[in-house]
């Protein structure tokens, strides 16, 4: 928490909608947390370079939240999101059109339908070549208890983090 005092973060939202996400952040205890945190609707406007120029006329932004990967590729036209290829340039485009602002970006991404297990869910739904230009992947999953579960994946370390419960 303290960590994050002061910095400033774009939430650029997908699949919901305002109402919904400024909603379930109307749970938070700490207001304060709010303070520097902006949204930007996505849905009609789904693309990267739509996110960039937000990112512009907010001026700094240190932290920003895609939510979600899969809508963004399709907005931006890539009609596969299993191609590799395809996955790959669009991935270095994002990183080119990022590279001004210099801010840490969260991508959420979707897990595979198919019941996958847990070595599969880290890489996530689609082209397993996201997996190459990202530094950490972050899973949250809930087990049969109704207990929720965070774990990461980073590219410096051979094994996941030891698994941690979320209260």
Same mark, same amino acid.
């Given at each position: 928490?303290?960590?994050?005092?002061?910095?400033?973060?774009?939430y650029?939202?997908?699949? *919901?909608g305002?109402a %919904?996400?400024?909603?379930?952040?109307?749970?938070?205890?700490?207001?304060?947390a709010?303070?520097n945190l902006?949204?930007?609707?996505?849905?009609?406007? &789904?693309?990267?370079?739509?996110?960039?120029?937000?990112m512009?006329?907010?001026?700094?932004?240190?932290? %920003?939240?895609?939510?979600?990967?899969? %809508?963004?590729?399709a907005?931006?036209?890539?009609?596969?999101?299993s191609? *590799?290829? %395809?996955?790959?340039a669009?991935?270095?485009?994002?990183?080119?059109?990022?590279?001004?602002?210099?801010?840490?970006?969260?991508?959420?991404?979707?897990t &595979?339908?198919?019941g996958? *297990?847990?070595k599969?869910c880290?890489a996530?739904?689609?082209?397993?070549?996201?997996?190459r230009y990202v530094?950490?992947i972050a899973?949250?999953?809930?087990d049969?208890f109704?207990?929720?579960?965070?774990n990461a994946?980073?590219?410096?370390?051979?094994?996941?983090?030891?698994?941690?419960?979320?209260?």
């Open positions: 928490k303290k960590a994050a005092e002061g910095l400033t973060c774009l650029a939202d997908f699949e *919901n305002p %919904l996400f400024w909603h379930r952040l109307s749970k938070l205890r700490d207001a304060a709010l303070a902006h949204y930007l609707d996505c849905r009609y406007s &789904p693309t990267i370079d739509y996110i960039a120029s937000a512009r006329e907010i001026g700094k932004v240190d932290v %920003l939240v895609i939510d979600c990967w899969g %809508l963004l590729i907005g931006d036209g890539v009609e596969d999101e191609s *590799n290829a %395809l996955v790959s669009y991935f270095l485009k994002v990183r080119r059109t990022l590279a001004e602002f210099d801010a840490a970006t969260v991508i959420l991404h979707h &595979p339908k198919s996958a *297990n847990e599969l880290f996530g739904a689609g082209a397993s070549s996201l997996q530094q950490t899973r949250i999953a809930e049969k109704g207990a929720y579960w965070f994946l980073c590219r410096e370390f051979d094994d996941p983090f030891k698994p941690v419960l979320l209260r």
